[in-house]
């Protein structure tokens, strides 16, 4: 499986992003799908995952209200809309899928990871 991921620039705070993941391959409906992150200096944390069917998705407790997670199966891409974004937002984003189709958080679980894509939020 190969994901690219794209989306990401520079943005003032309280601006707007969506990002895109697009997989290859056939087997995109069966898999979990994550957006993970990893800011300068710091590990690399969970930000927004959703499972094979779309119908269960979770969210990190920083960006409830403010991060949407969502799929398109036709497409081969999950998204991230992210809205009012802040500096401390600024980070690398990365999109994984985990085979097992099952929503998880932990990034030891997903086997396949894209380039990521720079997000940038200015003060």
């Known amino acids: 499986v190969q994901l690219q991921a794209s989306g990401g620039g520079l943005v003032q705070a309280g601006g707007l992003l969506e990002l895109s993941c697009v997989a290859s391959g056939r087997a995109f409906s069966r898999y979990c799908m994550g957006w993970f992150r990893q800011a300068p200096g710091k590990e690399r944390e969970f930000v927004a995952a959703v499972n094979w069917s779309g119908g269960s998705t979770d969210v990190a407790d920083f960006a409830k209200g403010r991060f949407t997670i969502s799929r398109d199966g036709v497409k081969n891409t999950v998204f991230l809309q992210m809205n009012s974004l802040k500096p401390e937002d600024t980070a690398v984003y990365y999109c994984?899928?985990?085979?097992?189709?099952?929503?998880?958080?932990?990034?030891?679980?997903?086997?396949?990871w894209g380039q990521g894509t720079e997000v940038t939020v200015s003060s």
């Open positions: 994984a899928a985990r085979i097992n189709g099952l929503l998880t958080t932990r990034s030891y679980e997903y086997e396949f």
